[in-house]
């Protein structure tokens, strides 16, 4: 079948259940990258924290760091790592600095932002300390 057949029946579906069936992957997308911080040494300290600046998919913390990570599922790797756009940047370092304020104790050793990044197959990557707070 060519992609633009494809296409054609994806559309075919009610957007209500295009909706649920990306909410599902995008949980399980947010389990493997969960699974992948766990084997790598750190805790889990929450997962889709919401604050008023918005949600932060994973907060996770090793040795004192913490990382506020952005889970990014898409089709191809290739496709996520483009997908975190400036706009969410700055959400999620809002969101940050509202979680450090509410959680004094948390991030003594420091704190950076992660992109995991999951493809269809479910493969994760991890990109490390992918930017900074300015200023």
């Known amino acids: 079948m060519t992609r633009k057949a494809q296409a054609g029946l994806e559309h075919a579906v009610p957007k209500v259940m295009r909706g649920r069936r990306a909410q599902s992957s995008g949980l399980r997308a947010e389990q493997a990258a969960c699974d992948a911080l766990t084997r790598d040494g750190w805790q889990v300290l929450g997962r889709r924290v919401r604050t008023a600046a918005g949600e932060i998919d994973i907060l996770a913390e090793r040795d004192g760091l913490l990382a506020v990570v952005e889970v990014k599922h898409r089709k191809t790797l290739a496709q996520a790592v483009v ?53």
């Open 83 to 135: 997908s975190l756009s400036a706009r969410q940047r700055a959400r999620l370092m809002l969101a940050a600095e509202i979680v450090l304020g509410e959680n004094q104790g948390w991030g003594q050793a420091g704190v950076r932002f992660d992109v995991i990044m999951v493809d269809g197959a479910f493969t994760v990557r991890r990109v490390i300390d992918a930017f900074r707070l300015e200023g």
